[in-house]
T-cell receptor, first 110, second 116 residues
Framework: AQSVSQHNHHVILSEAASLELGCNYS??????LFWYVQYPGQHLQLLLK??????LVKGIKGFEAEFIKSKFSFNLRKPSVQWSDTAEYFC????????FGTGTRLKVLA | GAVVSQHPSWVICKSGTSVKIECRSL??????MFWYRQFPKQSLMLMAT?????????EQGVEKDKFLINHASLTLSTLTVTSAHPEDSSFYIC????????????FGPGTRLLVL
């Protein structure tokens, strides 16, 4: 069955700490991978996406993600988080239709 | 990125009434739009895929007679919750596929429905 797992449900960090959010998937065939962010009271925004090519993808706001095919993973990273990164982060997988992970709530302490 | 709007953002209705939610792609044409439902502290669950000019495709377990979807133009899809009941209260989110960017979906701000 197709599925997406985000292992960290809640993450609390201090400003300037490094961030890594895990995303593992189970999906047959060619896969497109996405990370979306939902800031409090706002809609989902695309952070970055991977279709093919360089497995290290750079997105907006200093975020990046690495696709590791052998591990079926697409982890999100940021070297130094800011208070404004407090949000919920969703990993999604799919070609035509998306399957979303359960989300990770990140709280960054000032 | 592409912009998707939803209207209304909030709606409160009485049990048994019908509610229509609009989803518009503002700066691109979307042959395909998607409707999701998000429960509190949970992920997005795809309800249906809406294709312009054809019938919507519903996910397993979603009642098509309950959740009517119409995609009448390349920029507008509507979701009508018919004979709404309290258990239909939820956060409904639409997305639109921007064909210029492969399979990338852009999301609307969502509509919070409360059925009394």
């Amino acid at each position: 069955a197709q599925s997406v797992s985000q292992h960290n449900h809640h993450v609390i960090l201090s400003e300037a700490a490094s961030l890594e959010l895990g995303c593992n998937y189970s999906y047959g065939g060619t896969v497109n991978l996405f990370w979306y962010v939902q800031y409090p009271g706002q809609h989902l925004q695309l952070l970055l996406k991977y279709f093919s090519g360089d497995p290290l993808v750079k997105g907006i706001k200093g975020f990046e993600a690495e696709f590791i095919k052998s591990k079926f993973s697409f982890n999100l990273r940021k070297p130094s988080v800011q208070w404004s990164d407090t949000a919920e982060y969703f990993c999604a997988v799919g070609t035509y239709k998306y399957i979303f992970g359960t989300g990770t709530r990140l709280k960054v302490l000032a | 990125g592409a912009v998707v709007s939803q209207h209304p953002s909030w709606v409160i209705c009485k049990s048994g009434t019908s509610v229509k939610i609009e989803c518009r792609s503002l700066d691109f044409q979307a042959t395909t739009m998607f409707w999701y439902r998000q429960f509190p502290k949970q992920s997005l669950m795809l309800m249906a895929t809406s294709n312009e000019g054809s019938k919507a495709t519903y996910e397993q377990g979603v009642e098509k007679d309950k959740f009517l979807i119409n995609h009448a133009s390349l920029t507008l899809s509507t979701l009508t919750v018919t004979s709404a009941h309290p258990e239909d209260s939820s956060f409904y989110i639409c997305s639109a596929r921007d064909g210029r960017e492969g399979e990338t979906q852009y999301f609307g701000p969502g509509t919070r429905l409360l059925v009394l």
